[in-house]
């Protein structure tokens, strides 16, 4: 059975920074691209970034700059480095690996002005 399992989220401020892991079990990992997306209320989720298997690394263009993708194939873990985070940051985020409907339960970021 797949788990994907979010975490790091939080309360910060703007200008502040946060880590998100997602660790991920039940799947061949290293050879899957990842996905973090993110769903702020009323509005659809966006694909914020993605790293293939061979670390090409793809980044929306409204984080570009503030936002680091990784993985750790040895940790079976994907990380996003928010960093100058705002108010428009706030939303709940969710890993996804490329090309199947597993989705985790999510970690809610909230950046205060």
């Known amino acids: 059975q797949v788990r994907l399992v979010e975490s790091g989220g939080g309360l910060v401020q703007a200008g502040g920074s946060l880590r998100l892991s997602c660790a991920v079990s039940?799947?061949?990992?290293?050879?899957?691209?990842f996905g973090w997306y993110r769903q702020a209320s009323g509005k659809q989720r966006e694909l914020v970034a993605q790293?293939?298997?061979?670390?090409?690394?793809y980044y929306g263009d409204s984080i570009k700059g503030r936002f680091t993708i990784s993985r750790d194939n040895a940790k079976n873990t994907v990380y996003l480095q928010m960093n100058s985070l705002n108010p428009g940051d706030t939303a709940v985020y969710s890993c996804?690996?490329?090309?199947?409907?597993?989705w985790g339960q999510g970690t809610q970021v909230t950046v205060s002005s």
């Open positions: 996804h690996p490329a090309g199947t409907s597993w």
């Open positions: 039940g799947t061949t990992f290293s050879t899957r691209a």
């Open positions: 790293i293939g298997a061979g670390g090409n690394i």
